[in-house]
């Protein structure tokens, strides 16, 4: 091969890597909103009017557990104020969950949802919720922080439970101690 045909050869492999690379990058938001429009994965959407809640459906009651989880090295005490609560499709759902920053210094973190079945998180829908926003404690600061919540009237027959759990991390730059 000559010199011209390694030349060609380099760039072509350079494109390719790059051409690699942005695909790498591209998959993170293709992926979340493929979950967002099929439910698949148990991702749930963003915050929704109050005005879609619909009219409750009386006939059904649906068992919703709430599950908290701390991401490895976040000095937080976080917990649901409930663990499940019965609600009938249609209806608002007023619930908290507990934070507590046992660290010496301040800390942001954000909690991330997710519902089992997967199925579910597609009629599962956020009026407000402190997943929303990024949660800033100073040390031994605590907070009652707010889910508002109502579930499709079209949920699935099939589904009577459906379990939301959230997973806090931590945003700050520095690591707590």
Known sequence: MTGQGHGRLTKRLLLLVALMFG?????V???????QVTGINGKTGGPVAATLVEPEDKNRLITVQFVAYINEGLPW????DVTE????????????FYAKNR??????AQAVPSVAPGLGAKYFHKIECFCFHQQHLA????????LLFFLDTALPDDIQTLTLSYTLYNLSVRGSS
Do not use: T, W
């Open 77 to 80: 005490e976080f917990r649901p």
């Open 85 to 96: 609560v019965k609600v009938h499709p249609g209806e608002r759902k007023l619930v908290h």
């Open 23 to 27: 695909f790498a990058f591209a998959l």
């Open 139 to 146: 040390p031994g600061q605590e907070v009652e922080m707010p």
């Open 103 to 108: 660290a010496s210094g301040d800390i942001v």
């Open 29 to 35: 938001p293709l992926y979340n909103v493929f979950c």
